[in-house]
Nanobody, 124 residues
């Protein structure tokens, strides 16, 4: 089992930046593929970014590609989401997720463990 706790959300102006962090418990953090998802009001939870266990492979949703960067520090049991050039449509609750499946994944049902979420609000 792994427990995930997101932090770093907040209110920012359009064009601004935030860095989200997801702290994981346990000593097996490097065994998990990690992902970020988000859910806006009235919408389904959607994929944002994923990173392989060693951090060598990443994949992004088209909507955030070029603006967001996912990274991980396995020594700190932490995954990050650096969000630049934020847009109002990025407003959502952002969730960190962990998967024991070997491949990076874009579907929420590929992830077994989820954090509680952190709110990101981008104003115009």
């Amino acid at each position: 089992q792994v427990q995930l706790v997101e932090s770093g959300g907040g209110l920012v102006q359009a064009g601004g930046s935030l860095r989200l962090s997801c702290a994981a418990s346990g000593r097996t953090f490097s065994s998990y593929v990690m992902g970020w998802f988000r859910q806006a009001p009235g919408k389904e939870r959607e994929f944002v970014a994923t990173i392989s266990r060693g951090g060598a492979s990443t994949y992004y949703a088209d909507s955030v590609k070029g603006r967001f960067t996912i990274s991980r520090d396995n020594a700190k049991n932490t995954v990050y989401l650096q969000m630049n050039s934020l847009k109002p449509e990025d407003t959502a609750v952002y969730y960190c997720a962990a998967s024991v499946v070997w491949r990076i994944g874009t579907m929420k049902n590929e992830y077994e463990h989820w954090g509680q979420g952190t709110q990101v609000t981008v104003s115009s």
